[in-house]
């Protein structure tokens, strides 16, 4: 069974960065294309990030760019973001998860790990 | 950027009702839009991917319809498993993006 494992959240103080992971078992990791999507507490979810299998291809959302860094060990079978000069409305709980097709640039996400909570606060 | 609206916001509804929630696109997108069911404390799970067709595991008493700009997802029976939060994603480009969600409780 496809799992995606998400870590590396914490309580960070404004300006601060913090390095998220997400380990994926039961599959083909380094076929399949990923994305981080997270969602603020109460609210609704949010795509901010997408890596291709192969690394080549790398999207951010207008709210993330120039902040946050999305990468991926198809060695290790693992996803991670990098996420720099943080701000409160960069608080939420963060999911990894997967495209449904292999190699896929567009589809929906079929499989989601259970997410890592981010707090930004003094 | 594509943006997405669902409607209604929130419904109240018994179980057996059929309910029908509407996502619409700000521009065409073919069939390029799934849907999620998101509890309380879990993970989102895809119900329908390409506008409409139904992921594995899930029930065929949901439904998703449409192409271009206007898309529905229906529920034929409401179950009592059923009460959660629906959300529609656009994938015909980047940024990806999802509709505000729509709240399904019990009335």
């Known amino acids: 069974e496809a799992q995606l494992v998400e870590s590396g959240g914490d309580l960070v103080q404004p300006g601060g960065s913090l390095r998220l992971s997400c380990a994926a078992s039961?599959?083909?990791?380094?076929?399949?294309?990923m994305v981080w999507v997270r969602q603020a507490p109460g609210k609704g979810l949010e795509w901010i990030s997408y890596?291709?299998?192969?690394?080549?291809?790398?999207f951010y959302a207008d709210s993330v760019k120039g902040r946050f860094s999305i990468s991926r060990d198809n060695a290790k079978n693992s996803l991670y973001l990098q996420m720099d000069s943080l701000t409160a409305e960069d608080t939420a709980l963060y999911y990894c998860?997967?495209?449904?097709?292999?190699?896929?640039?567009?589809?929906?996400?079929?499989?989601w790990g259970q997410g890592t909570m981010v707090s930004v606060s003094s | 950027a594509i943006q997405l609206t669902q409607s209604p916001s929130a419904l109240s509804a018994s179980v057996g009702d059929r309910v029908t929630i509407t996502c619409r696109a700000s521009?065409?997108?073919?069939?390029?839009l799934g849907w999620y069911q998101q509890k309380p404390g879990r993970s989102p799970k895809l119900l329908i991917y390409?506008?409409?067709n139904l992921a594995s595991g899930v029930p065929s008493r949901f439904s998703g319809s449409g192409s271009g700009t206007e898309f529905t997802l229906t529920i034929s029976s409401l179950q009592p498993e059923d009460f959660a939060t629906y959300y529609c994603?656009?994938?015909?480009?980047?940024?990806?993006?999802f509709g505000p969600g729509t709240i399904v409780d019990i009335k």
């Open positions: 998860a997967r495209l449904q097709a292999p190699s896929a640039m567009w589809d929906v996400f079929d499989v």
């Open positions: 039961g599959f083909t990791f380094r076929f399949y294309s």
């Open positions: 890596i291709g299998s192969s690394t080549t291809t790398i």
């Open positions: 521009q065409g997108i073919n069939s390029g």
């Open positions: 390409d506008a409409s």
């Open positions: 994603q656009q994938f015909n480009g980047y940024p990806f993006i």
